[in-house]
Every structure is written in structure tokens, then in C-alpha cells.
T-cell receptor, first 110, second 113 residues
């Protein structure tokens, strides 16, 4: 039973356009959500987070949206850059431990 | 600061062999975690520790043991390796503040033949 799901294994966008990565969760007890970015042969690095009391958090080119009623969050990258090409994991927390989605591989084409 | 480091980076084992993966962090973090990453599965929690001398089971603990004798180190042991343990292993740490993010090491790629 996967509590956090990223249903799109991959996404390809043109440089300068918007990238939208999606994540769904099933456990209504989750109250904190994070996005991590992972390059090949490296560990994941923290990108952005959002608390369940908010519906939006923005940091530069990255914005995370949370829709609690739909149990859905999304990461928007605007504008997308070739250096953004990586695997993106969403993660959810309700007890301090993180539950990760399967990851979405983003390719940004020059 | 080196952050979170993992030793070794790569290892090949034969079925039944044992080994220990070492994780070290220099950020004085209370919490430490061991994950495994498999294709299409994301990161799954194996064991974790909320402080020196404490350990607890995560989502997929079978076949692994851990120890946290020093605050800065978290060891993951495989007593009798199996091909199903072929994976990339990541260690992470964070402060005691629950909503602080976890910092990850670079990973150890383990192959069990």
C-alpha cells in the first residue's frame, strides 16, 4: 500500500517553459511535505517544503502547491533550466519519518 | 563541514557474506536514517535512530541490523547478504526539530551476487 505516489515516471519540457510535477498521498495524518532533487550518483538534496496549514510555498523558481481536500501536491518550476534535469521525489511526514514517492525523472531540453 | 559521508561507495558481495556500511555526520544531528533505493520504489526506510544508543525499525528492516554507539556514526550491517539486498543505500540525518529536512549522504551501491 503506497501512501505517497508519483504517477508520472518521467517528464520532458523545453527550456524556459514550466515544469509541473505531481504527487498524491492517501494518509490524512500527513502534515508536512517536502520535495527532494536527485542527480545521478549523488544523494537527494532538499528543495522545498510545505506545511499542511498552507496551500502554497514559493522559493525562487520553485513553488509547491498543496490541495488537502484532494490529497495532492505539485511542484512548479518556472522557468525550467537544463540544470533542473534530475529525479524529483516528493515525501510526506506525519511522525517525523518521511514516506517517499517513487520519483519523477525530469528532462529539460535546451 | 563534510555533511553526511558514507563508506564505502561501491561494494560487491557474494551471497552469504557479511558487511557493514558506515555513515558519519558532522552536523551534530540527533536523528539518523538508513534508506534503500530500488528502481520504481523510491526510498524506503530500513532503520533509524533518534539519538545515541537508540535504534528503531523502519519499513523494510528484515536482513539488516544497525548500531549507533556514537552520535555522529550510524552503522548498517548485513549479516548474510542476499541478492534481494542489491540496492543503493542512503544515509540521512536531521536535527531534533521535526519539520527540519533530512540531509543525505552520497549513497553506497551494493551488489550481491
Amino acid at each position: 500500500d503506497q501512501q505517497v505516489k508519483q504517477n508520472s515516471p518521467s517528464l520532458s519540457v523545453q527550456e524556459g517553459r514550466i515544469s509541473i510535477l505531481n504527487c498524491d498521498y492517501t494518509n490524512s495524518m500527513f502534515d508536512y511535505f517536502l520535495w527532494y532533487k536527485k542527480y545521478p550518483a549523488e544523494g537527494p538534496t532538499f528543495l522545498i517544503s510545505i506545511s499542511s496549514i498552507k496551500d502554497k510555498n514559493e522559493d525562487g523558481r520553485f513553488t509547491v502547491f498543496l490541495n488537502k481536500s484532494a490529497k495532492h501536491l505539485s511542484l512548479h518550476i518556472v522557468p525550467s533550466q537544463p540544470g533542473d534535469s534530475a529525479v524529483y521525489f516528493c515525501a510526506a511526514s506525519g511522525t517525523g519519518k518521511l514516506i517517499f514517492g517513487q520519483g519523477t525523472t525530469l528532462q529539460v531540453k535546451p | 563541514n563534510a555533511g553526511v559521508t558514507q563508506t564505502p561507495k561501491f561494494r560487491v558481495l557474494k551471497t552469504g557474506q557479511s558487511m557493514t556500511l558506515l555513515c558519519a555526520q558532522d552536523m551534530n544531528h540527533e536523528y539518523m536514517y538508513w534508506y534503500r533505493q530500488d528502481p520504481g520504489m523510491g526510498l524506503r526506510l530500513i532503520h533509524y535512530s533518534v539519538g545515541e544508543g537508540t535504534t528503531a525499525k523502519g519499513e523494510v528492516p528484515d536482513g539488516y541490523n544497525v548500531s549507533r554507539l556514537k552520535k555522529q556514526n550510524f552503522l548498517l550491517g548485513l549479516e548474510s547478504a542476499a541478492p534481494s539486498q542489491t540496492s543503493v543505500y542512503f544515509c540521512a540525518s536531521r536535527t531534533g526539530v521535526r519539520r527540519n529536512e533530512q540531509f543525505f549522504g552520497p549513497g553506497t551501491r551494493l551488489t550481491v551476487l
